[in-house]
């Protein structure tokens, strides 16, 4: 079964305007921590931030925040005040307790418009 | 400078040609792991090592060999390398599994 899911493959957002993507998962372990990353086009990962399973507020780093919602399994990417710089692949990622596997989503493809 | 170092690159080789994508940190750090990345399929995880003499398959180990003899190094071995194994590679290390990961620049394989 898939442990993380990105439903937008791709977005167009207009510069300057709040983005919000999208990132579901699923386990069983009450502890567990979750990765987002951006890929431009260059291709190198770039760690964006991270939010732990026990984390008793929602990750925040500048522009990136995560909107940790554990009830619905969910770890969505906000970035705030776009700009054309954002644009690029992001990933969710996964890594649940007891596994030292990491799990990515398949990615959101974000364009930033001017 | 803190990095992760791929090479090559760049690689384009036959079919059967064994093959060796190098790695190596400069952060002391004890996780290290190799990924896969496809249109669509996001990175899948081929290899991980928590440490020195220590790997363990990902989700996509088939037709993939590591090692890891000294810390700072984890190469990826394509004994027999098959078209379908032409992908986008990324090594990446971190001080424990838990924290996030560096990842290297990628190294592009095409198999023919």
């Known amino acids: 079964a898939q442990k993380i899911t990105q439903t937008q493959p791709g977005m167009f957002v207009q510069e300057k305007e709040a983005v919000t993507l999208d990132c579901t998962y699923d386990?069983?372990?009450?502890?567990?921590?979750l990765f987002w990353y951006k890929q431009p086009s260059s291709g190198e990962m770039i760690f964006l931030i991270y939010?732990?399973?026990?984390?008793?507020q929602n990750a925040t780093e500048g522009r990136y925040s995560l909107n940790f919602q554990k009830a619905r399994k969910s770890a969505n990417l906000v970035i705030s005040a776009s700009q054309l710089g954002d644009s690029a692949m992001y990933f969710c990622?996964?890594?649940?307790?007891?596994?030292?596997?990491?799990?990515f989503g398949t990615g959101t493809r974000l364009t930033i418009i001017p | 400078e803190a990095q992760v170092t791929q090479n090559p690159r760049y690689l384009i080789t036959v079919t059967g040609k064994k093959l060796t994508v190098t790695c190596s940190q400069n952060?002391?750090?004890?996780?290290m792991s190799w990924y896969r990345q496809d249109p669509g399929l996001g990175l899948r995880q081929i290899y991980y090592?928590?440490?020195?003499?220590?790997?363990d398959k990902g989700d996509v180990p088939e037709g993939y060999k590591v090692s890891r003899k000294e810390k700072r190094n984890f190469p990826l071995i394509l004994e027999s390398p098959s078209p379908n194994q032409t992908s986008l590679y990324f090594c990446?290390?971190?001080?424990?599994?838990?924290?996030?990961?560096?990842f290297g620049d990628g190294t592009r394989l095409s198999i023919l």
């Open positions: 952060m002391n750090h004890e996780y």
């Open positions: 386990t069983s372990d009450p502890s567990y921590g």
């Open positions: 939010q732990g399973s026990y984390d008793q």
């Open positions: 990622a996964m890594r649940d307790e007891g596994n030292e596997k990491l799990t």
């Open positions: 990446a290390s971190s001080p424990t599994e838990n924290q996030p990961q560096h």
């Open positions: 090592s928590m440490n020195v003499e220590v790997t």
